[in-house]
């Protein structure tokens, strides 16, 4: 699929005749415009639903928006809510038929982005990338984990590749119930040094956080948790650091990180839209039915 | 009319005759009265369930429940009185609110309805409600909560309690910290952490019950704890017992049976407030309502609309029904596990609810001269919960689930309101 990114005519005819709709009940404009441009590059039809100033705002339900646009022949709904748990809802309640693809709900979940960070940990890391697993690489997150659906995305993924996976974080937004296989830190400094990662992966920190008392100040989080040149000069040589964006350039991530050579965020970028090309092809280049 | 129940068991399994003539138990049959004689063979004779905590929704939200089919749902399971919660809209703040619902119960004519008043006005934990004006209604009210909302301002309920103390009074809180519990979706554990759904801390329970058990031994009232979720608020009363604090305990059928697993699926069918536990702390309530540091069963029956429910889990409302399926979990619990035995649900379903409440037409059981009111049930009988039952809302979390034992009749003061399985029409239509 990243292959149609570099041609001359970058389209192919597979979904020809489908519709696809972003239904977001939250800002993200990258996700819905990668979404936009997966389907786009497959052929498919297009619609653009933004909860803001439509009839959502006016109490219409998810299930009767939802209901509305597949009865304008929508057959994949992307779907993006504030409410953990609401894609697997609107997938296994009956209430439409559409295939659902998860764009994020809540503080649960955001499995494309799993796969595109898996993607590039992949192509960055392994030298044969194609089947291979991230066996032996040692995956760091920092940042809000307890909040984060990228996170718990990535843990789940990246276990499943065979990769170890540590987390890092202030401990009130790190969940004392995870115990993932390289442990938690409450350092970064710690994490780098005892470690060792192979890849760094930094969550967005939303501000407020900050405002519901779960770290005094954003000078305190970026001198603990942040990444910067010093530390960044720490990390392996092979190392690589990635971030979902959109990026707080200053609080989690300084811009001599972000835009160093270590930083894979623009691959990160790229290899969104090849993934959720994937995702749409394979839910509807076959039969029509639910899935996730 | 006048009755004789034949051949049933009472609570200590022996065959009874139960004789009853204009609405009390009699010792024996007076000759010069006609009676219907009744063949109760396999049937267990029980007191007619009292339930403490159900939400009948009217005034206000009768899209969801009224009294009227709140008393059917009641008088199908069993029960011969039940208390109305005050979250109604008007909030039951109001000695007029609180005559009104009795009134309309009463012509209903189903079931006992006995409200419960709000502690603060509007339910909004400010301002102490006019809790005497509402003792000296008609209505009679003895229990005071704002249900739903816990009275977490600790000055206020230490008020409440030292007022209420004038007339016997109880406060029946609601223990949730409101600021540990802010947002809170579901149990705070390993799940909710995987299902990123908000964590509702047990200590946002158990902290509540600590500084009230506390606030109740310096006031020296009386306190009944609602719907207890957790295995320290357990251990939290259970010592509190035994130092003689006078404080009470209930339990809902669906703490005693279901878990925080069931949020696995996002369907807010299975979200309630407070919200479902672990199996360790099923397992503790069971053990503490056999050995009675719970008092009793409250079904909490909270009915809510489709669509209050057929929604995302955060948008969704809080609560299931239970009227009609808390005998059997209570026969589950207490008699198919041979934890205990027939006495012991005889309190937990009607004579501890009735004593907590002081309803002296209540719980008295076969008691000569006292009004009948009592429930047969058949303990062997085995069915499949539906959906649908006579409660006008259907989020019904046991849909598709086996119980066994059900109500066969119930009998309030000294008449049929569910024979053979079927109800009496009500009084009145609303």
Sequence with gaps: ?292 | MNYVLQNALDTSGSIVEVVIESGRIAKTRSSDLKHEVIDCAGLVVLPGFVDLHTHLREPGFENSETIRSGSMSAAAGGYTAVHAMANTFPVADTAGVVEQVFRIGKEVGLVQVQPIGAVTVGIAGEQLAEVGAMHHSAARVRIFSDDGNCVHDPLLMRRALEYVKGFDGVIAQHAQDPRLTKNAQMNEGKLSSRLGLAGWPALAEESIIARDIMLTELTGSRLHVCHVSTRRSLELIREAKARGIQVTAEVTPHHLLLTEDLAESYDPIYKVNPPLRTSDDVMALREGLVEGVIDVIATDHAPHPKESKDTEWASAAFGMIGLEHAYSIAQMVLIDSGASNMQRLAEVMSTSASKISGLSGQGNYLQVGSLANLTLVDTSKSWTAEAQTNSKSSNNPYVGMDFKGSVVHTIYDGEFTLRNRMLRKAEIDV
């Design chain 1, 1 to 292: 699929m990243s292959d149609v990114n570099e041609r001359e005519i970058k389209k192919l005819p597979t979904l020809r005749g489908k519709t696809v709709v972003n239904l977001f009940f939250e800002d993200s404009t990258r996700t819905r415009i990668s979404f936009e441009l997966a389907a786009k590059r497959l052929s498919a039809d297009v619609i653009n639903f933004a909860a803001k100033g439509s009839s959502v705002s006016k109490g219409e339900s998810l299930k009767d928006t939802a209901q509305t646009l597949e009865a304008m022949g929508a057959d994949a709904i992307v779907l993006r809510h504030s409410s953990s748990g609401s894609a697997h809802r609107l997938a296994h309640s009956g209430w439409v038929r559409s295939a659902v693809i998860n764009a994020g709900d809540g503080s649960h979940e955001h499995p494309t982005q799993a796969l595109l960070d898996a993607m590039t940990i992949r192509e960055a890391l392994v030298d044969e990338p194609i089947g291979a697993d991230l066996s032996g690489k040692k995956v760091l997150i920092v940042g809000d984990i307890s909040h984060s659906r990228v996170a718990r995305s990535n843990l789940i993924l990246l276990k499943e590749l065979g990769a170890t996976v540590a987390i890092c974080g202030p401990a009130t937004l790190v969940p004392v119930s995870l115990s993932p296989t390289g442990g938690i830190f409450y350092s970064l400094d710690e994490a780098i040094e005892e470690f060792g990662p192979d890849a760094v992966l930094m969550l967005r920190i939303q501000s407020e956080r900050m405002e519901a008392s779960f770290f005094p100040t954003e000078r305190e989080y970026a001198r603990i948790w942040g990444m910067n040149a010093q530390r960044l000069a720490r990390l392996q040589d092979s190392s690589i650091l990635l971030h979902p964006g959109p990026m707080n350039r200053g609080l989690e991530i300084d811009a001599a990180s972000a835009d160093s050579t270590k930083s894979r965020i623009l691959e990160q970028v790229e290899n969104g839209v090849a993934i959720r090309m994937a995702v749409l092809f394979q839910l509807l280049s076959g039969e029509k039915g639910g899935a996730e």
